[in-house]
C-alpha cells in the first residue's frame, strides 16, 4: 500500500453514504476536494469533526469535503454508528462508508482523520492532519483552509505535508 505522493492524481471511488446517495470523486470535477479518512469510535477524529463540519459549511459551493470510513466492519464504526453521527453532528458533508477498505487502501490512508486535498484538476496539493493540534482549536496552526485556498487559488500551499495523526485504519 503506497501513499499518494503530492501532483498525484486523486483515485476514483464510488462509495455509499450514510444520507442513502451514492457518492464518487467525478461528482466534484472541476473543484477542489479534500477526502478525510474518518471513523465514529475515534478520540482524535471526535476532536477534529466539529472543524471539519465548519470547514466544509464555509467551502460550500466552492471546494469539496467528503469524510470515508474505512474501518469495515469495526465495532462502533458500522454504517448505523455512522448515521448515527452524522444526525447528531448535523454533518454538512458526505460521511461514506468503505466496506471493502480498497479506497483507503488505493489512497494509503493509515490514520483517522487522515486529509488529502486535490485541486480543481484533483491533483494532490495536501496530505496530513486538519491542523497542529487536536486539542486546542483555538491554538492550532491550521492546515485544512490554507490547502483549500491555495487550491481556489490555483496555487501551492505553504504547508504540503505534515504527519496524520490519529487512530490506525482498522484493517480486516
Same mark, same amino acid.
Given at each position: 500500500m503506497?501513499? $499518494?505522493?503530492l ?6 471511488? &464510488?462509495?455509499p453514504g450514510?444520507?442513502?446517495?451514492k457518492?464518487? $470523486?467525478?461528482d466534484y470535477?472541476?473543484q477542489? @476536494?479534500?477526502?478525510? !479518512?474518518? /471513523?465514529?469510535? /475515534? ?6 469533526e466539529?472543524? $471539519?463540519?465548519? @470547514? ?5 459551493g466552492?471546494?469539496? +469535503? ?5 474501518? &469495515?466492519?469495526y ?14 453532528? %448535523?454533518?454538512?458533508?458526505? !460521511?461514506? =462508508? ?8 488505493? =489512497? %494509503?490512508?493509515?490514520r483517522?482523520p ?7 484538476d *484533483?491533483? +494532490?496539493?495536501y *496530505? ?10 483555538? %491554538?492550532?496552526?491550521?492546515? +485544512?483552509?490554507?490547502? $483549500?485556498?491555495a487550491?481556489l ?11 496524520? @495523526?490519529g /487512530?490506525t485504519?482498522?484493517?480486516?
Amino acid at each position: 500500500m503506497a501513499a $499518494l505522493k503530492l501532483g498525484d492524481p486523486a483515485p476514483e471511488f &464510488s462509495l455509499p453514504g450514510t444520507d442513502g446517495g451514492k457518492y464518487s $470523486l467525478s461528482d466534484y470535477r472541476g473543484q477542489p @476536494v479534500a477526502v478525510v !479518512f474518518s /471513523c465514529v469510535h /475515534c478520540p482524535y477524529v471526535i476532536a477534529w469533526e466539529d472543524r $471539519l463540519n465548519d @470547514v466544509a459549511r464555509d467551502y460550500a459551493g466552492r471546494a469539496a +469535503l467528503v469524510a470515508v470510513n474505512p474501518n &469495515s466492519g469495526y465495532l462502533g464504526d458500522l454504517p448505523e454508528d455512522m448515521r448515527q453521527r452524522a444526525d447528531e453532528k %448535523g454533518f454538512v458533508f458526505p !460521511f461514506l =462508508y468503505d466496506e471493502t477498505q480498497e479506497t483507503a487502501s488505493t =489512497y %494509503g490512508a493509515a490514520r483517522t482523520p487522515e486529509v488529502f486535498v486535490f485541486d480543481a484538476d *484533483h491533483r +494532490l496539493v495536501y *496530505h496530513g492532519a486538519p491542523d497542529s493540534d487536536h486539542n486546542d482549536p483555538e %491554538g492550532a496552526d491550521p492546515y +485544512l483552509r490554507p490547502a $483549500l485556498d491555495a487550491a481556489l487559488a490555483g496555487s501551492v500551499p505553504t504547508v504540503q505535508q505534515t504527519p496524520p @495523526v490519529g /487512530c490506525t485504519v482498522k484493517w480486516r
